[in-house]
């Protein structure tokens, strides 16, 4: 075998390529450490590579790679969805599940399709119900409801921990990179708990409703001319978040299925939202933490 650290792309194919041999001998606990191994290398290689910041870099990296990938023969509808969506991003706009429905992968050839597959891989006849489907985010599946509600009910209580004590100007002091403060992550979360909690009351009200797609992310820095204090902004989405929890605790257990029409997602269960809700508040805890350190 080549040396590892000069090859790390002909190691990750062989391994991935021994995964599936192993799989095939019944071996599916080395399979698996070859398969995370993989993904870890492949993970820890994008980490360090940093994509620029400016949007209009991003515009250019999108197109830049669906061409790319035009030559290395991925699925063209895959790759026209890509460039419809860097046109999006230029014009500040969400690419929609409508445009962009999950795709999935055949785990014995790659293949990838657009659509759930309901007959047999055409690269490798492999059967449909092998494909990988690859939604937006994995963390719409990542709880069972108590699992759900005790993270959204621990949370708060872990950001209140990290607040105490801080100045105002140390709230408000952003990064070098001019990134967010302190102040814009807690308007974030306030804004995000907002959201979920209507989006929940109307999947409860009506029968699969439409949830419209938010850009969240670009509420948390348009405060207005007279910016809350970071205290009420806090208490904002505490009382939000107490609201929910009352209300998650007092459906049946059915209720948790009852979904909606997700205009970025696509068909979406409470138990989905809820989950995804949860895990997003615990991704943003680390970077309050460095923003307290002064990082």
């Known amino acids: 075998m080549s040396n590892p650290k000069s090859e790390p792309y002909t190691v990750i194919v062989q391994m991935l390529a021994l995964a599936a041999r192993m799989e095939d001998e019944g071996q ?37 790679l669906s061409q ?14 890509l460039q419809r969506g860097a046109d999006n991003l230029a014009q500040g706009q969400l690419t929609l599940i ?12 790659g293949q990838v399709v657009l659509s759930e597959p309901d007959t047999q891989c055409p690269t490798c006849g492999a059967s449909p119900l092998t494909f990988q489907q690859f939604p937006p985010v994995f963390w719409l599946d990542a709880f069972d409801p108590f699992q759900a509600k005790a993270y959204l009910r621990q949370t708060p209580e872990q950001v209140a921990v990290i607040l105490e004590g801080l100045s105002d100007t140390e709230l408000d002091r952003q990064p070098a990179d001019g990134g967010w ?55 904002a989405y505490l009382t939000s978040r107490r609201d929910t929890l009352t209300r998650l605790e007092s459906i049946p257990l059915a209720d948790w299925w ?3 029409r997700h205009q970025e997602f ?6 989905q939202q809820a989950s995804y809700f949860a895990v997003h508040d615990v991704t943003h805890l680390p970077q309050l933490e460095n923003l307290r350190r002064g990082n």
């Not at 409508?98 to 050839?109: L, M």
């Not at 995000?192 to 009506?206: F, S, T």
């Not at 696509?266 to 138990?271: K, S």
């Open 28 to 64: 599916l606990n080395l399979a698996k450490l070859l398969r995370a191994a993989s993904d870890g290398l492949l993970r820890r290689a994008a980490y360090r590579q940093k994509p620029t910041a400016d949007k209009d870099g991003l515009v250019g990296e999108v197109r830049e």
């Open 258 to 260: 009852r979904t909606g």
């Open 181 to 235: 403060a302190i102040r814009h992550v807690i308007a974030h979360l306030r804004d995000a708990q907002l959201l979920v909690d209507y989006r929940i009351q109307l999947m409860l009200a009506e029968d699969n409703p439409s949830l419209e797609a938010k850009a969240v992310f670009e509420w948390a820095t348009q405060e207005g001319e007279r910016p809350l204090p970071v205290q009420e902004i806090f208490d």
């Open 98 to 109: 409508e445009d962009a429905p999950h795709p999935y992968v055949c785990r014995t050839c």
């Open 68 to 81: 790319a990938l035009t030559a290395l023969e991925i699925d063209p509808h895959l790759i026209a969805v």
């Open 266 to 271: 696509g068909v979406v269960t409470i138990l």
